[in-house]
């Protein structure tokens, strides 16, 4: 009798387990689905990257902007012909309209007060601040990108590369200087790394912080064939209890697979992996 209900005991838990591994595999598949949607979804809104038509360097001095073709920063045709003038004085920027007062722009990296949106019809142009640079970014909701989006790619989900792996923290944060698509550095400070294992072999990547999370840019085998070639993006929460979860199913594409407008951060060679890691967002068509 005792044999018996020792072995209904273990059944009832084996059913248990089982239930609440295929509830918690349910929750988890659903939670990736309204990620992958609302990821989509604000990439293709009209203030999403499909948007960003246009970006134009500041030099010292004037630069004029409007629809004219002879102008320093020509803007589609249903802007006016000459918009205003976007100053650059002692790494100020102010825009000189001739209808209105001068304003002085406060840039994107202005995270309380930034960036000063300026309303062209439909568009926007804003301020960006990139290494002491200083452009003018055009976001445009009819632009060609946008218009002839086709959406967005993934590999099929798979737990597999859901991964639990190990923070190793810095004795102090440190600055590290992570190199982007327009040539230059920019400085970004990373709190540790993570180790993770992928079918019994041991791998880091180094994070930065971003807003209070861990911010990812990585590279893998899968790059330049089915992958966006330049690397991808990853998101986490912050360590936990020592742990971080990579979920490489919500690996995404940087702005700059889809708008040449965008200053991207590029793999740290440390965060070059030399497995494949066929997970995330596939290389959008073209690519």
Request: aromatic letters at 8%; charged letters at 30%; proline letters at 9%.
């Amino acid at each position: 009798m005792i044999q018996t209900q020792r072995g209904i005991l273990k059944e009832m838990l084996r059913g248990a387990l089982i239930i609440f591994l295929l509830a918690d595999a349910a929750s988890t598949e659903h939670s990736l689905a309204k990620y992958r949607a609302e990821y989509e979804t604000k990439l293709k809104g009209p203030k999403g990257y499909l948007a960003v038509a246009g970006l134009w360097w500041l030099k010292d001095g004037d630069q004029r902007a409007g629809n004219d073709p002879s102008l320093e920063i020509v803007l589609p045709a249903r802007s006016p012909k000459l918009l205003g003038t976007f100053r650059l004085v002692d790494g100020k920027v102010t825009f000189l309209d001739p209808k209105a007062p001068p304003e002085e722009l406060i840039p994107d990296t202005n995270k309380k007060h930034g960036p000063t949106i300026l309303q062209v019809d439909d568009m926007e142009l804003l301020l960006i601040e990139r290494n002491g640079r200083k452009g003018i970014r055009l976001r445009d909701p009819q632009s060609k990108m946008r218009r002839e989006f086709k959406g967005v790619r993934w590999y099929e989900p798979h737990s597999k590369w859901r991964i639990e792996g190990r923070f190793l923290p810095y004795k102090q944060p440190k600055t590290v200087l992570v190199p982007d698509v327009t040539g230059n550095k920019q400085k970004m400070i990373s709190p540790g790394e993570v180790e993770f294992k992928v079918a019994g072999r041991t791998y880091r990547l180094e994070p930065t912080l971003d807003e209070g999370n861990l911010f990812f840019v990585f590279r893998d085998a899968t790059a330049g064939h089915s992958t966006y070639g330049a690397g991808r993006f990853l998101d986490t929460p912050p360590p936990k209890d020592g742990k971080v979860v990579l979920d490489f199913n919500e690996a995404y594409n940087p702005p700059c697979a889809f708008t040449p407008f965008a200053t991207c951060p590029l793999p740290l060679k440390r965060n070059i992996l030399p497995i494949e890691i066929p997970a995330g967002e596939l290389a959008p068509e073209g690519h």
